[in-house]
């Protein structure tokens, strides 16, 4: 157990998919894995761990925002011998180069989040993936006839501010989309020597306001979600 999983050392595989939402969580669990068994419940943030293609994995959800993913991840991968974490969520695009359901392998990710200064003394405001979960994300991606777009996003604190324009720092490190957890997770990873990449569905065109719809989100997930369990299952 630690402070916010209760799952049992050893219930959590080496590779665990991360999505936002713990529902999300139990909709992977319940739909793509087999021999699922709930591992913790801790303030309904759901773990589980089953088989994919007969191989152990696990996911659970981080919660939104830098300080949810950033004690999920760090428990993780410090008391439960995690060696991966790839994040799988969604995002806004600034720009109309991209389309609803694009799919981006998130290579860096910018912030004003001070994040990596106060946990880790990490004083960058890019972070970059850890390890190769990334390249075997794209691997996985050109194998398959998946496009998934390697490129800079922007990981936000906030989701509604006054001004509607692109933020200066996601303009200065030419981010094409925005999230909200990434800087995070890599900059534990990085801290502690460990894996972790992030793959995002474009789920609005912030300029046109565009959005997938509720019922089209699950269906717009499934390819991110299968990218996530084939690249994981090959760590
Ligand atoms: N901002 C931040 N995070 C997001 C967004 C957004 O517009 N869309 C999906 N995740």
């Not at 050109?142 to 509607?164: C, M, W």
């Not at 509720?214 to 996530?228: F, G, T, V």
């Amino acid at each position: 157990m630690s402070v916010h999983i209760n799952a049992k050392k050893g219930e959590i595989a080496k590779v665990v998919l991360q999505p936002g939402d713990p529902l999300r969580a139990q909709y992977i669990a319940d739909n793509f894995l087999e021999n699922v068994k709930l591992v913790s419940k801790t303030r309904n943030i759901f773990y589980f761990t089953g088989e994919y293609k007969g191989k152990t994995i696990s996911v659970g959800a981080s919660g939104m925002g830098a300080p949810s993913i950033g004690i999920y991840s760090y428990e993780l991968f410090t008391e439960y011998e995690v060696d991966t974490i790839i994040r799988i969520g969604t995002c806004g695009a600034y720009t109309t180069d991209l389309k609803l359901f694009d799919l981006l392998n998130v290579e860096s990710t910018a912030s004003e989040s001070t994040y990596a200064k106060f946990a880790w003394e990490i004083e960058d405001e890019v972070l970059i993936h850890q390890g190769n979960a990334f390249n075997m994300i794209n691997q996985v991606a050109l194998d398959q006839g998946v496009e998934a777009k390697t490129t800079n996003v922007h990981t936000s604190d906030i989701f509604y501010r006054k001004d509607p324009g692109v933020p200066d720092i996601a303009l200065k490190y030419k981010c094409t989309a925005v999230e909200m957890e990434a800087f995070a997770l890599f900059a534990n990873a990085q801290y502690l020597g460990k894996n972790a990449a992030t793959i995002l569905t474009v789920s609005d065109i912030i300029p046109t306001k565009e959005e997938i719809s509720a019922d089209e989100r699950e269906k717009a997930l499934k390819p991110m979600i299968q990218l996530a369990l084939e690249a994981g299952i090959r760590l």
